[in-house]
Structures are given as structure tokens and as C-alpha cells.
């Protein structure tokens, strides 16, 4: 008998204080689709292929903790080009969504990002570049896609083998905080 394997994440569901909220969030700002809701139980169902996936990402009420508990470590969705990351990057700016970071990891380029109560979330897009992680080069997402690309590349290269991280920086974004020095 063959080993059992896993193909791929099936979905994510996070739980929250106000569902309606995050609904709108994730729906109107994110671009994800709503494919099935349950006001009584309070679940929001949510995907962004939902004709191959019924659901990615799942919404509950009944959040029962406060903001300063750190519950989600992140929450990633991947895009399928750069111009989509661009595009998210001018999405977000325009509707007020708090930044956490922009970074390449080598291998993608992300933008790090709140939800409405603080959820740390994701959208990136796979470079093609091999990079040891952690890898954590700051970008500015400001910069033309050729230059931006050639900086990543560059980093890529450089640091592809060891991994790169400004340990500074990562403390400020609560990254890699379970770990001992």
C-alpha cells in the first residue's frame, strides 16, 4: 500500500468578531467570491476559484479572544502574475488597508497586510528564483517592475544558498518571536 500523501492546502478558516465586516473586506478589497454563507451558524465560505475550489478560506463569528492575542500567524494568497501583486499593491493603498510589509522572499514577492481586525494576510506571486528561507529583502513596491525584478534577481542570486534576513527588521514585524537566539 502506498504511502498516503497530501496534494495540496485545502482551505483556511479563521474566526472573527464581526463577520460581515470581514465578509466585505474579503470579498470587495480581496477579490475572493462568497460561495455559500450561513447567517445562523455564522460561517462565510470564500474562494477564489470556485470552480475547482468550493471554499479556500472560511470565515466564523465567535472570535473569543482581544486584539492583542496573536492567533493567526498569516493568512497567503497567491497570485498569478506581478502585475496582479502591483495591482493589489494600488488596491490597498486606495482603500486604506494597513501595510505590514513588502518583501521578496527570493522565490516570491509579497505584500504583507491587516485585515479589518488585524489578521496578518498575504498576496504574492512566485518569482521562479530558488532562495533558501527565511529570505526577507524589503521592496518598494513604488518601483517599475523591470528595476524591482532586477533587484530580487539580484538578491537571488547573491543570497539564494544562505537565505537573507534582517533580523532587526523581522523582530518588528513579529516574525520568527517563538524562536530562541
Not at 460581515?20 to 445562523?40: C, H
Not at 470556485?50 to 470565515?59: D, G, I, Q, Y
Not at 494576510?121 to 532562495?131: D, L, M, Q, R, S
Not at 523591470?146 to 534576513?165: D, F, H
Request: contains cysteine; negative net charge; charged residues 25%.
Amino acid at each position: 500500500m502506498a504511502e498516503p500523501s497530501i496534494a495540496r492546502l485545502g482551505h483556511v478558516g479563521i474566526h472573527v468578531h464581526d463577520l460581515e465586516k470581514e465578509k466585505a473586506f474579503f470579498r470587495d478589497v480581496v477579490g475572493l467570491q462568497v460561495t455559500d454563507e450561513d447567517p445562523g451558524l455564522g460561517m462565510v465560505f470564500m474562494s477564489a476559484r470556485p470552480e475547482v475550489e468550493h471554499h479556500e478560506f472560511l470565515l466564523c463569528g465567535g472570535r473569543n479572544v482581544d486584539e492583542s492575542a496573536r492567533v493567526v500567524q498569516q493568512v497567503s494568497f497567491r497570485c498569478n502574475s506581478l502585475d496582479d501583486v502591483y495591482g493589489y499593491y494600488h488596491r490597498f493603498r486606495e482603500k486604506g488597508v494597513k501595510f505590514d510589509r513588502m518583501v521578496s522572499h527570493g522565490n516570491a514577492v509579497s505584500i504583507y497586510f491587516y485585515d479589518p481586525e488585524g489578521n496578518r494576510c498575504e498576496v504574492y506571486w512566485n518569482t521562479g528564483f530558488k532562495a533558501k528561507q527565511p529570505f526577507g529583502q524589503k521592496i518598494d513596491l513604488a518601483t517599475p517592475k523591470e528595476e524591482l525584478m532586477a533587484e530580487v534577481e539580484e538578491y537571488a542570486v547573491k543570497y539564494g544558498e544562505t537565505g537573507y534576513v534582517n533580523r532587526q527588521a523581522a523582530a518588528q514585524h513579529n516574525i520568527g518571536t517563538g524562536a530562541k537566539s
